[in-house]
């Protein structure tokens, strides 16, 4: 499994962005696909996750109400400057049951990371 992330820029706090995660290779073994960030001298943070056939969604607190998550996209709204960071979506094949996943190890496939800045 393959990932790309992209679509990130310079945007104004209060603005929208529309980040995109291109799958590719044995993307019929993805079970659940994770969004997260990583700010400049911080640990890596998990932003948002959804299971690959979209049943299941869940997000970040620091998130929840803002970002939405999607097969293909994390739609950002009403960006904040510590929104600032760059972001990495990944993949998991392994079934989970109980709490969804939301640590780094969680996940075994990562793509490259797009970077976001939020001015004020």
């Known amino acids: 499994v393959q990932l790309q992330a992209s679509g990130g820029g310079l945007v104004l706090a209060g603005s929208s962005l529309t980040l995109s995660c291109a799958a590719s290779?044995?993307?019929?073994?993805?079970?659940?696909l994770g969004w997260f960030r990583q700010a400049l001298g911080k640990e890596r943070e998990f932003v948002a996750g959804l299971l690959w056939n979209g049943d299941y969604t869940w997000c970040a607190d620091s998130v929840t109400g803002r970002f939405a998550a999607s097969r293909d996209n994390l739609q950002m709204n009403s960006l904040k400057p510590e929104d600032t960071a760059v972001y990495y979506c990944a993949a998991r094949t392994q079934y989970w049951w109980g709490d969804p996943p939301t640590k780094r190890d969680h996940f075994t496939y990562w793509g490259q990371g797009t970077q976001v800045t939020v001015s004020s």
């Open positions: 290779g044995r993307t019929s073994r993805i079970h659940t």
